[in-house]
């Protein structure tokens, strides 16, 4: 099956500085990417959907300044949590879209930690 | 406002049975729902899926029904294994071309008995 990979897995650092995740569909080429969070014992909340080469779409209360998401390539798409605060701490996974269509199967990656300090 | 829910946290089935998960909507707007499966440190990964044009969905063990005038899905899978342990996830969307995202219900821990 298809392959999502995101890096780093568990990253910690400290208030104010900001963090890149990486999301990186491994033996096909996403069209749409999406990122989500979750929180503890909550569900995946969609923050933003990335097409390659073009803005992403932010999902309403998501900042937009504060979490940049760069979709560079059909197989990568960044996700760039600027000036993290302890509230940013949460569990964040990236998905990837290979066709168009809402039936076609989201692939999601394992998921980055964030702990911010 | 949560609009897939998934009211019961936790389920435990014997080996054998029949597991039976449950998923409640609000939004008559959403046509196309899905079950993921999710183990600890890993991302959802995708289980079966069904379209409001259905009732039923079968997959091997995996059975999905839906009742569109209840709001209601369930995920049958039978017999149930020890890999069947997960959080299982429901997910709803509506197709609307280039706005088809998911929905997702807060989970349901599924163990396994021996």
């Known amino acids: 099956g298809a392959v999502v990979s995101q890096h780093p897995s568990w990253v910690i650092c400290k208030s104010g500085t900001s963090v890149k995740i990486e999301c990186r569909s491994l033996d096909f080429q996403a069209t749409t990417m999406f990122w989500y969070r979750q929180f503890p014992k909550q569900s995946l909340m969609l923050m933003a959907t990335s097409n390659e080469g073009s803005k992403a779409t932010y999902e309403q209360g998501v900042e937009k300044d504060k979490f940049l998401i760069n979709h560079a390539s059909l197989t990568l798409s960044t996700l760039t949590v600027t000036s993290a605060h302890p509230e940013d701490s949460s569990f964040y996974i990236c998905s990837a879209r290979e066709g168009a269509g809402l039936t076609d199967t989201q692939y999601f990656g394992p998921g980055t930690r964030l702990t911010v300090l | 406002d949560q609009q897939v829910k998934q009211n019961s946290p936790s389920l435990s089935v014997q080996e054998g049975r029949i597991s039976i998960l449950n998923c409640d909507y609000t939004n008559s707007m959403f046509d196309y729902f899905l079950w993921y499966k999710k183990y600890p440190a890993e991302g959802p990964t995708f289980l079966i899926s069904?379209?409001?044009?259905?009732d039923k969905n079968e997959d091997g063990r995996f059975t999905v029904f839906l009742n569109k005038s209840a709001k209601h899905l369930s995920l049958h899978i039978v017999p149930s294994q020890p890999g069947d342990s997960a959080v299982y996830f429901c997910a709803a969307s509506r197709v609307n071309f280039g706005n088809e995202k998911l929905t997702f219900g807060t989970g349901t821990r599924l163990t396994i008995i021996p």
């Open positions: 069904i379209s409001s044009i259905k």
